[in-house]
């Protein structure tokens, strides 16, 4: 243990949803007053009513992308920001359209996949967004043909992400090491370096045996700091913290409240965590992933 030990660099949270109706600015804030400097803001859809149009996805990504900038100016963080389909909303809309009209359905929502993707696409393209994600497969059950179907846009999300020489962002189910494998062959086939793949709320166990080369994007709850300061020294290539901050008034502070990531930095440093593994995963990987931060 190390006593009274400062962290003077940046501090990033990977992970971070901010909700109009919401806290907003007021959780940004939070961030930044314990000592927050940088966010990944993650999309969020509205999971009651996803679109269903490509003209519905811009408006609906074009928000997030203005809450980032106001994020900027209010507050003065740095963000990034990440666009895609999440599964979660996909796999019911899936589901919803093959039940209405069978493989007519299924042709749609694959149509309106895509056109989520190209249009996240075209945020990345203007420099407004830095990722695509969160994007993956249900982490429940679903039917054989919802399991097929999301599993095969993944890979060919993979593709993209490959040909593109962006990053993404993962929600996948909450197996360790078997998910992580898959994930790691899914990146192999699509050619894809498997690190350019970043596994948003994983567990703390950051070991390459465990992640397979897949970039880990810590939940950083309770618990987790004993079983990365095991792991670290294993790992691979570097992870992140994230809260998955939800920003969601009927549930105050879920996932983890915005002032978890700049808590647990100090506590990781005062349980003794050489400091070049906080610089990887408040800045260098951040850099080597998403590109520069902008503030």
């Known amino acids: 243990m190390k006593d009274d030990v400062e962290w003077s660099g940046p501090i990033l949270d990977n992970h971070f949803h901010l909700n109009r109706n919401g806290r907003f600015l007021e959780a940004a804030h939070d961030f930044k007053?314990?000592?927050?400097t940088d966010i990944v803001l993650v999309h969020c859809p509205d999971f009651s009513s996803p679109p269903t149009t490509k003209e519905g996805h811009t408006e609906s990504y074009a928000d997030t992308v203005k809450m980032a900038e106001e994020v900027r100016k209010n507050v003065g963080l740095g963000v990034r920001v990440v666009l895609g389909p999440h599964p979660a909303a996909f796999a019911h809309q899936f589901a919803a359209w093959i039940e209405e009209s069978g493989e007519q359905g299924a042709e749609r929502a694959v149509e309106n996949y895509h056109h989520s993707i190209s249009t996240a696409m075209d945020f990345i393209h203007e420099g407004k967004a830095h990722a695509l994600g969160e994007v993956g497969r249900p982490h429940w059950p679903v039917s054989e043909r919802i399991w097929e179907l999301s599993n095969t846009l993944l890979l060919e999300t993979m593709h993209l992400a490959q040909q593109e020489g962006v990053a993404l962002q993962l929600h996948v189910e909450g197996e360790l090491e078997t998910t992580y494998r898959d994930m790691a062959s899914m990146a192999q086939k699509a050619g894809l370096a498997a690190n350019r793949l970043v596994r948003h709320y994983a567990p703390a166990n950051i070991s390459q045996h465990v992640t397979q080369g897949v970039t880990p994007s810590v939940l950083i709850g309770k618990g987790a700091i004993e079983e990365l300061m095991a792991t670290v020294n294993s790992c691979s290539h570097g992870f992140f913290?994230?809260?998955?901050?939800?920003d969601d008034l009927r549930r105050p502070g879920a996932v983890l409240g915005p002032k978890t990531v700049p808590k647990r930095t100090k506590q990781l440093l005062d349980?003794?965590?050489?400091?070049k593994y906080l610089w990887k995963a408040h800045q260098e990987l951040a850099e080597e992933l998403y590109g520069p931060s902008i503030s």
């Open 241 to 246: 913290l994230e809260t998955d901050y939800m």
């Open 33 to 36: 007053n314990v000592g927050g």
């Open 271 to 275: 349980a003794g965590l050489d400091e």
